[in-house]
């Protein structure tokens, strides 16, 4: 999955810039450029805004990696804004607080989205093959799950998250409603709420595959 900066080296370079020369254009210093270009830092809205329209391409490619083909699609700027993107351990911690604070990496994302969106970080094999580790899920902790949707959860006595599909089972023998959260690859079991209680933190509502 290319970031960023990725797009920024590579755009750069196609018009045959130094990070000076961009720089002068936009108004910031060489070292801005390569922070940039490192994934070390993110742009400001109105410097985003300046690349776009020196390497005559979209907002919304830069930011997201927008397809050639809708290259030259408006983005609002108030449809922009940097969600974080958690590993498990940290999306076990944002179940419970909501706290942008603990994320070390963020990416942005483009549309109107509920205010407590995040992306989650796929690991380990459960989900395979359709959900690989690298991989990247849109969790909305706000949307109720519907059956057979992806949900990322947590276990009741653990700090880190799991990522399922999610199915409920309707009432045991003592009238106790009851769920599962069912893994895409055989070998890993399936859990089951009268036996592991677990708290759905949120359900997957888009996703990023990993191409390398």
Known sequence: MQTLGQRL?????????????????IGVSKTAIKNWEED???????????L???????????????PDGDNFKVVPMDKMRRVPVLNYVQAGEFCEYFDDAIADMFEVIIGDYPPHV???IIEGLSMTPDFNPGDLILVD?????????????????????TFKKWRPRG????????CELVPLNPDFPIIDSRHTPFTICGVAVERKHKLR
Not at 141 to 161: C, F, H, I, L, R
Not at 171 to 178: A, C, L, M
């Open 9 to 25: 080296f590579h755009l750069r370079k196609s018009k045959k810039l130094s990070r000076d020369a961009l720089g002068a254009k």
């Open 40 to 50: 070390s830092n993110f742009p400001k809205h109105e410097f985003i805004d300046g």
């Open 52 to 66: 776009s329209k020196v390497f005559g391409c979209s907002i919304g490619y830069l930011v997201d990696g927008i």
């Open 118 to 120: 995040h992306w989650v």
């Open 141 to 161: 902790p706000d949307t109720q799950p519907s059956p057979g949707d992806y949900v990322v959860a947590k276990k009741a006595g653990e700090n880190a998250v």
């Open 171 to 178: 009432f045991d023998d003592e009238g106790v409603e009851y």
